[in-house]
């Protein structure tokens, strides 16, 4: 293609893009003025992985997949209030990519709105075990009748590359400190290790009492009666409602003939996020700080890896934490989501909440569905800690090494040469593995890291650097194992964190706030600059476009293979939380 034609190309990108933008526009003002359906029901459609925070620019308009996990809860929150919803009308898609904690957060709200009263029912057009999970908040259940309904326990994967690398060539170097700091395992290892194994078997029970304890509240059974049922999974349609996990079979067109209609006149959630606090009578008035810290530390600036998701940049962060501190809000809530990265990142992110919490301004952490290694090393700085009964957390531990790929490289037949001056010039050649010198070297450092964090933790959590370190070594928790080891203060979500900032800022606790949400969206010409190369060609490869067939968990196992060439530098120190993946 021609530079002109590529001109002109890049022309009619900028001027579709601004006109969607501009229709866009107009829509949300005119969703401003939309009202509650008379039909007095709020329909809910979440589906996907819920994510944390929204897409940068959204071209998807009215699309209630472009809703993000808080946003729903927000919209659960406000119906609560709104005298005008009397029910809510939850239709759960496949949320089998959704992380539990983001689960559970949503089924908090759900059984509050209920708590106030009000009524919930559930339609299951599939019985996925994260969509009935999230129903049994609902006062009913229906199931279309030829839907299976998928309750038959838990399974988690680990994954160990040792043999591929043994296959390649490739010898996988690391030191580590804390026994189960089993992040390296991934690499060095074959098969679990006695106290890898042990840790996981610990996560996966926690989870699944997790499964058990919210199906045996939901359907009022005991939990030894929830335990045998699972055994008996998954469940035809017919079998699932005699023993008592589902109320009634029903197509979608015959929801109005039931016993107890559903209403099928509703608001939508994309037209009800429009109403306004204050139409429901809670005006905002005071406001507090909410960011989002989400994806794999690293230094730099936040970005989005194709492989590996998320990426927080220390620098974009810090930049956030300055700017909400230097702005007019009562209080700051961080909201962590990350499985930790880079130690010296998530070191100076600690220090500028550190700095944030010295200037008397309330700061409370609440932790998404990762807040684990860097990510809890950064949590420490809070005032408080908030954690989803399942989300993971703790891993406090520190590893380092490199990839020895001299025995690759001859398969190929490619042999290289090295010339170095200083004793330890080529401690992170890409070649070899550690000398025995250097091994000492790479471990004292790796140490220091660990005793650092160690001591962080003491001090933000107000313990002895014994204690936590009988409770670190490395280990990843649970949020309600968390909780019993002082790792955290309470359970709960954001909201919860948005409750515990407005006490300690004196904010009446009957007063709703506006969150002032960072980061902040991007414009149209961020957008453009960041996603099109010049005259509007795509940055877009092969290369993604090919990842973006793979499932969640084809995905995962290659996000553990390529992040440590891809995110950091050899030798880089790392808090990282292990790599658990499931079906």
Same mark, same amino acid.
């Given at each position: 293609?021609?530079?002109?034609?590529?001109?002109?190309?890049?022309? $009619?990108?900028?001027?579709?893009?601004?006109?969607?933008? $501009?229709? &866009?526009?107009?829509?949300?003002?005119?969703?401003?003025?939309?009202?509650?359906?008379?039909?007095?029901?709020?329909?809910?459609?979440?589906?996907?992985?819920?994510?944390?925070?929204?897409?940068?620019?959204?071209?998807?308009?009215?699309?209630?997949?472009?809703?993000?996990?808080?946003?729903?809860?927000?919209?659960?929150?406000?119906?609560?209030?709104?005298?005008?919803?009397?029910?809510?009308?939850?239709?759960?898609?496949?949320?089998?990519?959704?992380?539990?904690?983001?689960?559970?957060?949503?089924?908090?709200?759900? /059984?509050?709105?209920?708590?106030?009263?009000?009524?919930?029912?559930?339609?299951?057009? /599939?019985?996925?075990?994260?969509?009935?999970?999230?129903?049994?908040?609902?006062?009913?259940?229906?199931?279309?009748?030829?839907?299976?309904?998928?309750?038959?326990?838990?399974?988690?994967?680990?994954?160990? $590359?040792?043999?591929?690398?043994?296959?390649?060539?490739?010898?996988?170097?690391?030191?580590?400190?804390?026994?189960?700091?089993?992040?390296?395992?991934?690499?060095?290892?074959?098969?679990?290790?006695?106290?890898?194994?042990?840790?996981?078997?610990?996560?996966?029970?926690?989870?699944?009492?997790?499964?058990?304890?919210?199906?045996?509240?939901?359907?009022?059974?005991?939990?030894?009666?929830?335990?045998?049922?699972?055994?008996?999974?998954?469940?035809?349609?017919?079998?699932?409602?005699?023993?008592?996990?589902?109320?009634?079979?029903?197509?979608?067109?015959?929801?109005?003939?039931?016993?107890?209609?559903?209403? !099928?006149?509703?608001?939508?959630?994309?037209?009800?996020?429009?109403?306004?606090?204050?139409?429901?009578?809670?005006?905002?008035?005071?406001?507090?700080?909410?960011?989002?810290?989400?994806?794999?530390?690293?230094?730099?600036?936040?970005?989005?890896?194709?492989?590996?998701?998320?990426?927080?940049?220390?620098?974009?962060?810090?930049?956030?934490?300055?700017?909400?501190?230097?702005?007019?809000?009562?209080?700051?809530?961080?909201?962590?989501?990350?499985?930790?990265?880079?130690?010296?990142?998530?070191?100076?992110?600690?220090?500028?909440?550190?700095?944030?919490?010295?200037?008397?301004?309330?700061?409370?952490?609440?932790?998404?569905?990762?807040?684990?290694?860097?990510? *809890?090393?950064?949590?420490?700085?809070?005032?408080?800690?908030?954690?989803?009964?399942?989300?993971?957390?703790? !891993?406090?531990?520190? *590893?380092?090494?490199?990839?020895?790929?001299?025995?690759? $490289?001859?398969?190929?037949?490619?042999?290289?040469?090295?010339?170095?001056?200083?004793?330890?010039?080529?401690?992170?050649?890409?070649?070899?593995?550690?000398?025995?010198?250097?091994?000492?070297?790479?471990?004292?450092?790796?140490?220091?890291?660990?005793?650092?964090?160690?001591?962080?933790?003491?001090?933000?959590?107000?313990?002895?650097?014994?204690?936590?370190?009988?409770?670190? /070594?490395?280990?990843?928790?649970?949020?309600?194992?968390?909780?019993?080891?002082?790792?955290?203060?309470?359970?709960?979500?954001?909201?919860?964190? #948005?409750?515990?900032?407005?006490?300690?800022?004196?904010?009446?606790?009957?007063?709703?706030?506006?969150?002032?949400?960072?980061?902040?969206?991007?414009?149209? *010409?961020?957008?453009?600059?960041?996603?099109?190369?010049?005259?509007?060609?795509?940055?877009?490869?092969?290369?993604?476009?090919?990842?973006?067939?793979?499932?969640?968990?084809?995905?995962?196992?290659?996000?553990? #293979?390529?992040?440590?060439?891809?995110?950091?530098?050899? &030798?880089?120190?790392?808090?990282?939380?292990?790599?658990?993946?499931?079906?």
């Amino acid at each position: 293609m021609s530079r002109s034609m590529r001109f002109v190309l890049g022309l $009619l990108v900028v001027a579709t893009v601004g006109s969607l933008a $501009l229709v &866009g526009g107009v829509y949300l003002m005119m969703g401003g003025s939309r009202t509650v359906s008379q039909t007095r029901a709020l329909a809910l459609r979440p589906s996907g992985a819920l994510p944390e925070t929204a897409s940068e620019f959204v071209l998807a308009v009215g699309s209630e997949r472009t809703l993000t996990v808080g946003a729903y809860v927000d919209l659960i929150r406000k119906a609560t209030h709104d005298t005008r919803i009397e029910q809510i009308v939850l239709r759960p898609g496949d949320l089998g990519t959704a992380p539990r904690a983001r689960v559970q957060e949503l089924r908090a709200a759900l /059984q509050g709105f209920r708590a106030a009263g009000k009524h919930v029912t559930a339609y299951l057009e /599939q019985g996925g075990r994260q969509a009935y999970y999230l129903a049994t908040a609902a006062d009913r259940i229906i199931l279309m009748p030829t839907a299976q309904l998928d309750v038959a326990g838990l399974a988690s994967y680990d994954v160990f $590359l040792r043999g591929t690398f043994d296959l390649i060539g490739t010898e996988p170097d690391f030191v580590h400190v804390g026994k189960y700091k089993t992040a390296v395992n991934t690499y060095t290892e074959k098969t679990w290790t006695p106290p890898h194994r042990e840790m996981s078997e610990s996560l996966l029970r926690a989870q699944f009492d997790e499964l058990v304890a919210g199906i045996a509240e939901g359907r009022h059974k005991t939990t030894d009666e929830v335990r045998a049922l699972i055994d008996q999974g998954p469940f035809l349609p017919e079998d699932a409602v005699r023993v008592g996990l589902i109320d009634d079979l029903a197509y979608d067109d015959q929801l109005d003939d039931l016993d107890e209609p559903v209403p !099928s006149k509703t608001t939508s959630a994309v037209e009800y996020r429009d109403v306004s606090w204050s139409s429901v009578g809670k005006p905002q008035r005071s406001r507090i700080a909410v960011i989002h810290a989400s994806g794999v530390i690293t230094e730099g600036e936040s970005r989005s890896d194709p492989v590996n998701g998320a990426v927080l940049g220390a620098e974009s962060f810090i930049k956030d934490l300055r700017s909400a501190r230097d702005s007019d809000v009562e209080a700051i809530v961080v909201r962590i989501d990350s499985p930790g990265g880079s130690a010296q990142a998530a070191d100076m992110m600690w220090r500028e909440m550190s700095i944030s919490k010295s200037e008397r301004l309330p700061l409370i952490v609440s932790m998404g569905d990762l807040a684990a290694s860097g990510g *809890y090393y950064m949590a420490v700085a809070g005032d408080a800690i908030v954690a989803q009964p399942s989300t993971l957390t703790g !891993s406090i531990g520190v *590893y380092s090494g490199k990839f020895a790929l001299a025995g690759t $490289l001859a398969k190929l037949g490619v042999h290289q040469e090295a010339l170095s001056l200083g004793r330890f010039a080529e401690m992170t050649s890409p070649l070899r593995t550690f000398t025995a010198e250097e091994r000492v070297k790479m471990t004292e450092s790796v140490q220091a890291i660990y005793d650092t964090f160690i001591e962080r933790v003491a001090e933000g959590r107000k313990q002895t650097p014994e204690a936590v370190d009988l409770v670190a /070594q490395g280990r990843v928790w649970t949020g309600r194992q968390a909780l019993e080891h002082g790792l955290v203060d309470a359970l709960g979500g954001l909201t919860d964190a #948005v409750a515990m900032a407005k006490a300690r800022a004196g904010v009446a606790e009957d007063e709703e706030v506006e969150l002032v949400l960072y980061p902040k969206s991007r414009g149209l *010409y961020d957008l453009l600059s960041g996603q099109l190369g010049p005259f509007g060609e795509s940055r877009g490869t092969a290369a993604e476009a090919m990842l973006s067939m793979l499932s969640p968990r084809e995905r995962q196992v290659l996000a553990a #293979v390529l992040a440590p060439s891809r995110l950091f530098r050899m &030798g880089e120190p790392l808090a990282h939380l292990p790599y658990v993946h499931e079906p």
